[in-house]
């Protein structure tokens, strides 16, 4: 059974930084592409940053390029999420995604209708002030 933990969410000020991390319980990290979505208050879940196991390609939304980067530890199956120079809009909470790299890359896993099958972490909640 795949687990997904999130955490490392919190309160910052804008232009503060803080890392996500996800741990995923997965057989065989190099066989999944993990990503992170967030949801605002009101907005739908979108995905922000996602990262394939299999070939460490990666991809960003672009409302966070230049700010954000992903970046896993495979021997820990574990995916980070480094969020640099925070903006209010960035409040939201942050979920953690896992999908065979079967079917979808990194850029299909973040774009794809978040409904589409995958396993799903809790959430973790950051919060940017002004």
């Known amino acids: 059974e795949v687990q997904l933990q999130a955490s490392g969410g919190g309160l910052v000020q804008a232009g503060g930084s803080l890392r996500l991390s996800c741990a995923a319980s997965?057989?065989?990290?190099?066989?999944?592409?993990i990503g992170w979505f967030r949801q605002a208050a009101g907005k739908e879940r979108e995905g922000v940053s996602c990262?394939?196991?299999?070939?460490?390609?990666?991809y960003y939304v672009d409302s966070v390029k230049g700010r954000f980067t992903v970046s896993s530890v495979p021997s820990e199956k574990t995916v980070f999420l480094q969020m640099d120079s925070l903006k209010p809009e960035d409040t939201a909470v942050y979920y953690c995604?896992?999908?065979?790299?079967?079917?979808?890359?990194?850029?299909?896993?973040?774009?794809?209708?978040?409904?589409?099958?995958?396993?799903w972490g809790q959430g973790t909640l950051v919060t940017v002030s002004s």
């Open positions: 995604k896992a999908k065979s790299a079967m079917f979808a890359s990194a850029q299909e896993m973040c774009t794809q209708a978040v409904g589409s099958f995958g396993y």
């Open positions: 997965v057989p065989v990290f190099e066989d999944y592409v």
């Open positions: 990262i394939s196991g299999s070939d460490d390609s990666t």
